[in-house]
């Protein structure tokens, strides 16, 4: 059963009692969670278990389960100091995952961009960017390996993983079940691309379909760059993208984000009757 979720970090809470509350006030009951709703960074500075336990309890507490946790950092940066100390602190996420509840961590495949890992680059098609992205994977995957978890990355226009053909290209590549795919189907189109709708997405749930263990749900309007929107405002056709994860066999959760609170309600009650209809 698709289930709606929520990006634990579209609530601007001073605590993470008071942004779980702020969830279950929607009637959900699933985040993908971001460390930063525990007054941490997003990728943690050291093994922190106690701040783990006390996200796990919370969650406990008010029936809330997470499906995963961000662990995003740009593993193709151009300095090496920089993936290496994304990886370290990835380390250190996966150290905590079990504990705070979760097996699932979801990355950023990066960008040659140094300032902004979600702005593309012209050298994230290179070779020389894809071989970095194969030695930080490997090296990300030996973690995973080591605290028994899942990886999860999310193919998107800005980043080295644009479309689902590398996706499917890395997958192929490093022959491991624990590397999984996240599906957002708003990030899988450029500007101009909305009326490739049906081949974008159909090409993308058969290359990754069965790969998949979070699905996103945000929308996109087209300009002279793609703008991101609250689901159901924008270009995307959920009723095609809702087929296509129901044909794919996928019955986890979609997770709302890329909009603001007061957006909440309306995206939600639109993906619930969609869901309900599909």
Known sequence: MITPGIFSKTFGRPSLEQTLDAVKSYGLDIVQFNLVCAGLTSMPEHIDLEAACRIRLACRE????????????????????????????????????????????????????????????????????????IRSMKEALIIAEDYDIVLAFEPEKSNVIDCAAKGKRLIDTLETPRLKVVMDGANLFGSGESDRMKEVLEEAFDLLGEHIVIAHAKDFAEGEEVEFLAAGTGSLNYDMYLSLLRKHSFDGPLILHGLHETQVARSLQFIRKKIQCD
Not at 66 to 82: C, E, L, W
Not at 95 to 100: P, T
């Open 62 to 133: 008010r029936g809330i389960s997470i499906a995963a946790v961000s662990g995003t950092f740009n593993m193709i940066h151009p300095d090496v100091r920089v993936r290496q100390e994304g990886l370290k602190r990835l380390g250190y996420l996966a150290a905590m995952s079990h504990e705070m509840g979760t097996s699932t961590v979801t990355l950023c495949s990066g960008t040659r961009n140094s300032k902004d890992m979600w702005k593309a680059h012209p050298d994230n098609d290179s070779d020389e960017a894809w071989r970095d992205l």
